[in-house]
């Protein structure tokens, strides 16, 4: 059971929109905590794609942008292509003293139909 | 460009200490502003953060596996290392190495390509 929540899956046709949720708690994203996004494509190590809950790294396409609101965040992914058909996991940070600081969500796996 | 590898046997038996260790290239470990952290992914499932380290020694761990892991680094080469005790089944994933931003709000901004750890007699 992941501290952070996500769909398993979504999927969209190439050119939509899709956008992936990741709900925490009042310990980690409720806290203000920033939450970051990580693609990672088959057979492939994580990749940073979103960091400080909206900013892109250099080279991540505009296509790709984050929110923050509450104890939730988003990923929106626009003009769905092909090759964003992967996992995508969101982490941030967790105050509670039981758990690891750094947490990731479960992952959601994108299908570009 | 920074670049991170991971290295270390590839098949562990159980009871016995899995080791790996990431060497940097194209920076410098000795980085005020980051972290050094092993982040591991069990066969099709998602990642869980293992342990950070500091240039300067300074460590945090997973509080489920402080218990097993042993963390360090050697600026002299450029390397950090890790070293799970007495493996077993359940810590049969592929582990990464990962630069991380120091502080609460610390990402994970370059990751090695990953080294598939199998823990079987």
């Known amino acids: 059971q992941s501290v952070l929540t996500q769909p398993p899956s979504v999927s969209g046709a190439p050119g939509q929109r899709v956008t992936i949720s990741c709900t925490g708690s009042?310990?980690?994203?409720?806290?203000?905590?920033?939450v970051h996004w990580y693609q990672q494509l088959p057979g492939k190590a994580p990749k940073l794609l979103i960091y400080?809950?909206?900013k892109r790294p250099s080279g991540v396409p505009g296509r790709f942008s984050g929110s923050r609101s509450g104890t939730s965040a988003s990923l929106a992914i626009t003009g769905l292509q092909a090759e964003d058909e992967g996992n995508y996991y969101c982490?941030?940070?967790?105050?509670?003293?039981?758990?690891?600081?750094?947490?990731f969500g479960g992952g959601t796996k994108l299908t570009v139909l | 460009q920074l670049r991170l590898q991971e290295s270390g046997p590839g098949l562990v038996k159980p009871s016995e200490t899995l080791s790996l260790t990431c060497a940097v290239s194209?920076?410098?470990?000795?980085?005020?502003?980051?972290?050094w952290a092993w982040i591991r992914q069990p066969p099709g499932k998602g990642l869980d953060w293992i342990a950070s380290?500091?240039?300067?020694?300074?460590?945090y761990f997973h509080p489920s596996l402080k218990s097993r892991v042993t963390i360090s680094v050697d600026t002299s080469t450029n390397q950090f290392s890790l070293k799970l005790h007495s493996a077993a089944a359940a810590d049969t994933a592929i582990y990464y190495c990962?630069?991380?931003?120091?502080?609460?709000?610390?990402?994970?901004?370059?990751w090695g390509q990953g080294s598939l750890v199998t823990v079987s007699s």
């Open positions: 990962a630069r991380q931003l120091r502080g609460s709000s610390g990402y994970f901004d370059f």
């Open positions: 194209g920076g410098s470990i000795s980085s005020d502003s980051h972290y």
């Open positions: 380290i500091f240039y300067g020694g300074s460590t």
């Open positions: 009042t310990s980690n994203i409720g806290a203000l905590y920033d």
């Open positions: 400080g809950n909206d």
């Open positions: 982490q941030s940070y967790d105050s509670s003293l039981t758990g690891p600081d750094r947490v």
